[in-house]
């Protein structure tokens, strides 16, 4: 079920820029325990993915209830944000801001039903051939130009593989298609630099947040597949997992180590317990 | 005017991976003289496209069909076409190809009132500071995802300058925002390498099939700012455009030089002549 622009609606203007050259962003946010979890820090990555594309940030309090209204009577569901430029002519011109009027879509799916066991034991991930363009007008923002992620998780088919990891074209590792890489290393906790390339996940901030509180060192920086090789432990995370452990990438095994549990265990109570949380 | 799927058509549905991820591809086509102009290269573009992203070519003789019905009457315009793969759920993951359906957009567009004076006298270009990405499995293909080309078109207002070239992010030159890129050396006519990014113009293929009949030198190469400036001949290319002589780049002058001059009679041949057109 969609909304655009606060109307119950199934189709979008052919003129709309967000078809013509995706130029616009989204955001996908879990609906549970009657919450719109994490609601206050997805606005505000898409205020800041809108000062980055010059796009006029639609009123967060408008969004809000656009998205109660969709997902009244929900339990447990996925709410997708999609904001684009609106509507222009030809040409990658976009109107003058004074001329933009966004597009507002608000879409509700079912919650994906992702196996128990993966957060418990962890999952089998692999590498992707196809590598994340460098951008550092793009990089971190969560805009609908996503090539590199389609062609990625269309190179495989076995179900028993859950994420595919991408590198930069400077052979770093920058995330999965669709989750953040975190990895532990003599107790401490690595994740790649997004400056040039990747989406920062709300859940990565979480999970900074949470190193940060329990003393456990962060580093941030570009890391190559040997790193991640002999990392003692090896984690990904998006707003709809949550973290998931890796048990093996390729051919090499992890275990489910102390510092993974531990994080698991504080973004879980976080899920329930974050101020940035809205009622539904 | 818009026909989605062969009927006349206002909107697409919001499930369309075009507006999701921006998966799908285009042509900008030139009708004139009664002709769709290189409508056969476009159609061999469109299907490399289609092969590039596993999405299944749609029948060109149906595309042709569709396009005749709409720009009939027309003596000067533009049509664009767009393939998207089509409707799917939520997830990068892409339908299998048996469940495939794309969606076809033909729109028709009034012909841009560019001056005549671009031709003869040449045009005023600047160097963009957005940059383009390297993306081996997308470059040289006309897809949706086109928020660089949006950023770097929004670096200026200035009427008086025609188009902007982007850099890789290696520092090498690689085209316009809507035109690829020539230049004259020593008799020798170079264009940049487009293994890495950038869209392979047809008008670019076109130039290279004149300049081997007219036995000019053609180099494809990477070249960096300093090779342009020192060029003794620049000029940048379109479908809609043709040929636009440089007179100015940034604080750089160029003559409209006798190489650009003999390319240029001879494409505005070629759009009248070229086996490639169809009637309309």
Known sequence: ????????????????????????????????????????????????????????????????????????????????????????????????????????????????DYPNINQKEGVILRYCRNRLGINVSLAGIKHLNRLEQVLARSEWNDETISEGLMLDSNDYVIEGTMSNLFFVKDGTLLTPDLSNSGVAGIMR??????????HIPLE????????????????????????????QLEQQHYPVGPITQKIIAAVNADRITDESHEAI
């Open 1 to 112: 079920m969609f909304l655009l622009n606060g109307e119950v609606a199934e189709t979008l203007s052919l003129e709309d820029r967000g078809l013509m050259y995706g130029d616009g962003l989204f955001e996908t946010i879990a609906v549970r325990n009657q919450q719109l979890e994490f609601w206050q820090r997805h606005m505000q990555r898409l205020h800041d993915g809108c000062q980055r594309l010059n796009i006029p940030t639609p009123d967060p309090q408008r969004l809000l209830a656009e998205a109660r209204q969709l997902i009244s009577g929900q339990t447990i569901a996925v709410l997708k944000i999609i904001i684009t430029r609106g509507q222009g002519g030809r040409g990658y011109r976009a109107p003058e801001l004074a001329q933009t009027n966004p597009s507002r879509v608000h879409a509700l799916y079912d919650w994906p």
């Open 205 to 214: 901030d979480v999970i900074q947040e949470i190193a940060h509180k329990n």
């Open 220 to 247: 941030i920086g570009y890391y190559l597949p040997a790193d991640i090789n002999n990392a003692d432990e090896l984690f990904i995370s998006n707003s709809l997992i949550g973290i998931w452990p890796v048990r």
